[in-house]
């Protein structure tokens, strides 16, 4: 793997330094989804016969889930983006925070581990820059499968009830479609005995792409990507070969930054119906959209505003609000975007005000007056989508921009700057640099301190 996260300082001391007015052309090439690679590798230890996962995706964020598995004593070989998950010899211990913390993902463990061994121990994984997020439904949903649970000095403790030897499948009717909730659900049921039922379940497609490895791995899922998914138990699951699917929103990043820039590009692989809601919106603010087989381009024209709600699957993703803002600072028109699923995903919003946008935010509705153009200038990103919304803010303005923060970017796309520096934007990583004079840009109490700590470890 290239990720180097287990340096702490090390991408904390890194900037991308990025010339504004830049134009995109050409081809980019999309990785598999981070969020599925994740909750595929959970769903690996459902077995003790190997899985193939291709496609894996380079992120600091798949190898802290590695870091997971291993410690669990799980062997992993990894060849370029294949990783072959042997889970045959694994001792049920407590995750180490150290481990757990900042990979919520790694929650989702406890299904699979609860189902095979019959217990789990996981730290809470807490909430984030984004909100609190809460693990109510897992828990629930759970308890409903005959776990018991209790939670002691912050630790998920998860057995099942004694005089059983296996999970029993229910029904469960989630009160939100939490994504981790359904996939944790899911995965717990495939080895449970009998059949669950899954009401209000999430649809989102890296749940029918776990669904689909399961199905390979001998479990029997029916309607998935449904609202409500029918999973009849079975003893053993076995090892199988998948693919990871594409990554929807890297893929829709790259054409938000197309639309923003005015430019023409082609990404592929994609799964163009994955991304119904985001290239809808694209068209009705102006650009052209062309799918053709596994692949979609763009070609940027003026920019006009739109609305947008975030929504679950097949809404228009809340990982794309970040981004879908940055486009419509620079809109023709004023918009209102709508966050409807994290309490607190509004943090790029003071930083492109600051570039030169007018937005005003109130109960998580931003209300956006398009500007003219935006000023580049030091950025500080405090969470993955928020980051990558201020890259395309970046591209978008009149003058040089570094952007900090890049642990956050890291997590979730695969060498993004190379891919943009492929599509033309002058665009380097600057390592091990202090950063000496931003005393032209305008800097809140936060971004002072987050400087201020980038400098420490620099
Ligand atoms: C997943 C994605 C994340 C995406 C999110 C929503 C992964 C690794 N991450 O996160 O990129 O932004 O879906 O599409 O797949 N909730 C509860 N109780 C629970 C669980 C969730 O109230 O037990 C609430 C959350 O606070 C949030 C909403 O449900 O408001 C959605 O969360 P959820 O779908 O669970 O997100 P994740 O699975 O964590």
Known sequence: MVCESNNKSYLKSQNLKIIGR??????????GAKNSALVLLAASLLTDEKIILDNVPLLTDVEKMSNILKNLGVKLQTKDHQLIIDSTNISIKELPYELVNGLRASFFCIGALLARFGEASIPLPGGCNIGKRPI??????????????IIEKEIVKAKIK???SRLYGANIRLNCP???????????????????????????????????????MG???????KEKIIIDGVKKLHGCSHKVIPDRIEAGTFLIAAAATSSSITVSPVIPNHLEAVLNKLEESGSKIIKKGNSISINGKSIKAVDIKTAPFPGFPTDLQAPFMALMTIAKGSSKISETIFENRMNHVELLNQMGGSIIVKNN????????KLRGMTLVGSDLRSSAALIIAALI???VSRVYGLEHLDRGYENFELKLSHLGVNITREKNIKIKDVSNDRKTDSIKKNLSDINKAA
């Open 22 to 31: 830049s134009t995109l052309r050409g081809e980019v090439k999309i990785s």
């Open 136 to 149: 109510n439904e897992h828990i629930n949903g759970l308890n409903a499968l005959g776990a018991e649970i």
């Open 365 to 372: 509705i931003a209300q956006i007056i398009g500007v003219k």
């Open 397 to 399: 303005s009149n003058r």
């Open 219 to 225: 479990a029997k899922i029916y309607d998935a990507g």
């Open 178 to 216: 939490s994504v981790g909730a359904t996939e944790t659900l899911i995965m717990a049921a495939s080895l449970a005995q009998g059949r669950t039922v899954i009401e209000n379940a999430a649809r989102e497609p890296e749940i029918q792409d776990l669904c689909q490895m399961l199905n390979k």
């Open 162 to 164: 004694e005089e059983k």
